[in-house]
Structures are given as structure tokens and as C-alpha cells.
């Protein structure tokens, strides 16, 4: 049964700090997103690569945040430096072909 | 520019059917999703649709009218199970070629006993 996974689930930290989430696609899809979800705006997408080259990325605030895909089986999300209004759930999802989204069970973020 | 619109809230009875509207407007449309959320749980897929018309897949239908920027997704015999949120997602291609999915931010099913 092959799912999106996703590390870590929930995050606790302090504003200020270095935030890494990391995302496994389903082996075989070429293309990765990152979504951000929260009650007032619900799903954002943050940036999305394909065959691990960023193809999009205006969703996401360059000041503090980067994405990257250093390899086929592991994409990364990175905010530094934490601020509470990053307070959200973080979703990674991987697709082939433009269709369906197979989305991961998300990382839960706390900036305090 | 680019939106999608749902409501936010809807309740409907064990049994029952209920219609989930979405509106959107889009430059480059080439399709529209429904996903369905429970509370707590990631994004699962229920429906494409890219041409006018209806789409059926057991209990749940989508239908789509491009020339309106309308689709719906209808849900027959409503089980305790459908409680959740109801994402409509439109896949909007630029001219480099180059998409995106841009969600509306759902819509609240409570199904009651």
C-alpha cells in the first residue's frame, strides 16, 4: 500500500527557531507539493517540483522559507527563521501526470 | 484573477442527499478535483471532472459546466461515515506550460442521526 509520508507529525518550538519537515513521495510519482493548511485560509500551496526540479514556489515567503529535493525519495521544507503565524498544518502530497494528489498525513507545526 | 468559492457549512440527515456547490474562476482551467477531509486526516480523493457533465462513482456524483465555472458534488445515502470537509480543487495550467491546484477551503458536512 504505497502513501506519502511525512516526519515530523506535530512539531512543538519557540519563534526564532530552525524548522525542518521532510516528506517521502510514493515511489514513482515525479512531482512533490507542499501545501500549508490552517482554519482562515485553508489549503495554500506553497511550491511544487517535478522530476525533483522547482517548478513553482510563489506561494511560499522567500524571506524565511526553502524548499528543496535532494534526491527522487526526499523533498524538504525548511523555515527559518519560526514564526508564530507559521503556526499550521504542513501537507506534503505527490501525483504522476497532473492527476490525483496523494497527499501525506501532514506535520502539525506549533511556533510558541 | 483567481478564486474558488464554497459554503462553508452545510447539514443534512442520515439517508439523505446533499449537494455541495463550487464556483470558481480561473485563467487556464484543465479541470476540477473533489477531495474528501475528515478532522484531522489528510486530503483523500473522490472525483475528476474536465468536461461538462456528470461524473458517477457510487453514493458520490460531480458534475461540471465550464461555461458557468460550476461544479457540484452530490452524496447519496448519507452515512454517519461522510462528516468531513469537502475541498474543491481547480488544476489551472499557464501558458509555459506549468499548473497549479488551487483549493477553495472546503466545505463542513454534518450528517446527522
Known amino acids: 500500500d504505497a502513501r506519502v509520508t511525512q516526519t515530523p507529525r506535530h512539531k512543538v518550538t519557540e519563534m526564532g527557531q530552525e524548522v525542518t519537515m521532510r516528506c517521502q513521495p510514493i515511489?514513482?510519482?515525479?512531482?512533490v507539493f507542499w501545501y500549508r493548511q490552517t482554519m482562515m485560509q485553508g489549503l495554500e500551496l506553497l511550491a511544487y517540483?517535478?522530476?525533483?526540479?522547482?517548478?513553482?514556489d510563489s506561494g511560499m515567503p522567500k524571506d524565511r522559507f526553502s524548499a528543496e529535493m535532494p534526491d527522487a525519495t526526499l523533498a524538504t521544507l525548511k523555515i527559518q527563521p519560526s514564526e508564530p503565524r507559521d503556526s499550521a498544518v504542513y501537507f506534503c502530497?505527490?501525483?504522476?501526470?497532473?492527476?490525483?494528489?496523494?497527499f501525506g498525513p501532514g506535520t502539525r507545526l506549533t511556533v510558541t | 484573477g483567481q478564486n474558488i468559492d464554497q459554503p462553508t457549512e452545510m447539514t443534512a440527515t442520515e439517508g439523505a442527499i446533499v449537494q455541495i456547490n463550487c464556483t470558481y474562476q480561473?485563467?487556464?482551467?484543465?479541470?476540477l478535483f473533489w477531495y474528501q477531509q475528515h478532522a484531522g486526516e489528510a486530503p483523500t480523493f473522490l472525483s475528476y471532472n474536465v468536461l461538462d457533465g456528470l461524473e458517477e462513482k457510487g453514493r458520490f456524483s460531480s458534475f461540471l459546466s465550464r461555461s458557468k465555472g460550476y461544479s457540484y458534488l452530490l452524496l447519496k445515502e448519507l452515512q454517519m461515515k461522510d462528516s468531513a470537509s469537502y475541498l474543491c480543487?481547480?488544476?489551472?495550467?499557464?501558458?509555459?506550460?506549468?499548473?497549479?491546484?488551487?483549493f477553495g477551503t472546503g466545505t463542513r458536512l454534518k450528517v446527522l442521526a
Open positions: 517540483f517535478r522530476n525533483r526540479a522547482p517548478l513553482d
Open positions: 480561473t485563467s487556464g482551467f484543465n479541470g
Open positions: 502530497a505527490s501525483n504522476l501526470g497532473g492527476w490525483e494528489q496523494y
Open positions: 480543487a481547480v488544476k489551472d495550467t499557464r501558458a509555459s506550460g506549468t499548473y497549479k491546484y488551487i
Open positions: 515511489l514513482g510519482h515525479n512531482t
